[in-house]
């Protein structure tokens, strides 16, 4: 069963920093794209970052490019989201998912989600 | 304000056919594959549609989608209580060099 497990959200200041982490089992991670996309409260999806299956090529929006970065350990199965500069448009929920096609949004599989709160 | 547009809510009956639309551009819709998402709350999306009208396994048929320039729509047929939720396109956008998502549907099943 494929399962993608997120941790690390939690309350941070603004200007703070934190680090996500993903963990999937019950396929071949390396195989695979990955994306961060978020959730703020109340609000639509909104896609993050992407990472290839090799590591070799990441895209971010434009709205965290500079402050993020994403990264993978194949070795580990694990994927991380390093966040610095957080701003309270930051806030909600993180989701990792599965990217099997690598030329769209057609994610098949997301973990639980994990909360980041950027409050002062 | 999400470059992909979709009505904010939408309604039907059980066993009704309801259409949710996604109006985009050529950059995004008009040049690439779109793909829907359902989502209830307190969890994660689930991918519902994908390359334009591929459903995944496990998704039932009377839930299809279709693609016409830069819009496309989900249609749900025979509608029932769980389909009740958010309902999200989305599509790969070249100017943006990413993925973009409607802004979401929320469907009411009366």
């Known amino acids: 069963e494929v399962q993608l497990v997120e941790s690390g959200g939690g309350l941070v200041q603004p200007g703070g920093s934190l680090r996500l982490s993903c963990v999937g089992s019950g396929f071949t991670f390396g195989r695979y794209g990955m994306n961060w996309v978020r959730q703020a409260p109340g609000k639509g999806l909104e896609w993050v970052a992407y990472?290839?299956?090799?590591?070799?090529?990441?895209y971010y929006a434009d709205s965290v490019k500079g402050r993020f970065t994403i990264s993978r350990n194949n070795a580990g199965n694990s994927l991380d989201l390093q966040m610095n500069s957080l701003r309270d448009e930051d806030t909600g929920v993180y989701y990792c998912?599965?990217?099997?096609?690598?030329?769209?949004?057609?994610?098949?599989?997301w973990g639980q989600g994990t909360l980041v709160n950027v409050s002062s | 304000q999400s470059v992909v547009s979709q009505p904010p809510s939408a309604s039907g009956t059980p066993g009704q056919r309801v259409t949710i639309s996604c109006s985009g551009t050529r950059s995004n819709i008009g040049n690439n594959a779109v793909s829907w998402y359902h989502q209830v709350p307190r969890a994660a999306p689930k991918l519902l549609m994908y390359n334009d009208q591929k459903r995944p396994s496990g998704v039932p048929e009377r839930f299809s989608a279709s693609k016409s320039g830069t819009s496309a729509s989900l249609a749900i047929s025979g509608l029932q209580s769980e389909d009740e939720g958010d309902y999200y396109c989305a599509a790969w956008d070249d100017s943006l060099n990413g993925p973009v998502f409607g802004g979401g549907t929320k469907l009411t099943v009366l």
């Open positions: 998912a599965r990217d099997p096609s690598g030329a769209g949004p057609d994610f098949d599989y």
């Open positions: 990472i290839r299956d090799s590591g070799t090529t990441v």
